[in-house]
């Protein structure tokens, strides 16, 4: 489909699948814009960073799940980032998910329009999600706020994410966002990096990746 099509399609319609909300996320978060504002949330090139306070979460959580992520600190003499390694081991119709989340403290951002990710993938899968929460609902069984995008392949890159692609789930199902709450951005309690199998996706994935990472920002898109 041309892009210009996309694009009227993204405008006229809801994010009400999970197909739909990654093509029409992937179309926005490319988007060209001026930061006029940046906070770095994360800044993993830092040498007083740490990965440390990131927990793993995967399908591992629940009975029949296979799946490893593994957040890590690579230094080396000229350099340091984190690296998000994933073995993505789906059931045959794509359930199946590796993550890692940011539990520690609470982020007002309500001044900024979107997070901005500096990373490369490279493996055998290049989409992935942000996930947010608030007010510390942690449960699954609460809604989670997540935007798809894909990665270029193994190249470095600026990834902007607006919050007004990020749609609303419930283990990986979307939900109503006319009868969701929204995301409360001035209490963001839980940032989370995720790649998925694709149970509810055309899109299915598979196998060993890494996502390098420099840092995660929250910005001002004018």
């Not at 978060?29 to 949330?41: A, G, N, P």
């Not at 942690?138 to 190249?155: G, R, T």
């Not at 789930?169 to 939900?175: A, I």
Request: hydrophobic share 30%; charged share 25%.
């Amino acid at each position: 489909m041309p892009k210009r099509q996309v694009a009227v399609m993204c405008d006229r319609k809801r994010h009400k699948t999970v197909v739909y909300a990654a093509v029409c996320g992937r179309l926005r978060s490319s988007t060209k814009c001026v930061f006029s504002s940046e906070r770095r949330l994360f800044d993993f090139t830092n040498s007083t960073s740490s990965v440390n306070d990131w927990i793993e979460i995967s399908d591992t959580e629940r009975d029949v799940g296979k799946s490893k992520g593994a957040f890590l600190q690579q230094k080396t003499q000229q350099f340091q980032r984190a690296i998000f390694f994933t073995l993505l081991n789906p059931q045959p119709n794509g359930a199946g998910f590796a993550g890692v989340a940011y539990r520690q403290q609470s982020f007002d951002l309500s001044t900024f329009t979107g997070i901005k990710l500096s990373v490369r993938a490279q493996g055998e899968n290049y989409w992935y999600k942000v996930i947010l929460r608030h007010h510390n609902e942690e449960s699954s069984l609460l809604p989670s706020y997540e935007i798809f995008f894909e990665l270029p392949k193994n190249e470095m890159t600026d990834q902007y994410l607006p919050f007004t692609d990020f749609r609303p789930y419930s283990r990986g199902k979307p939900l109503d966002p006319n009868t969701t709450p929204p995301l409360d951005r001035t209490d963001i309690t839980s940032i989370g990096l995720q790649i998925f199998g694709g149970v509810y996706s055309t899109t299915k994935q598979q196998g060993a990746s890494s996502l390098e990472i420099d840092y995660i920002s929250a910005v001002q898109c004018d």
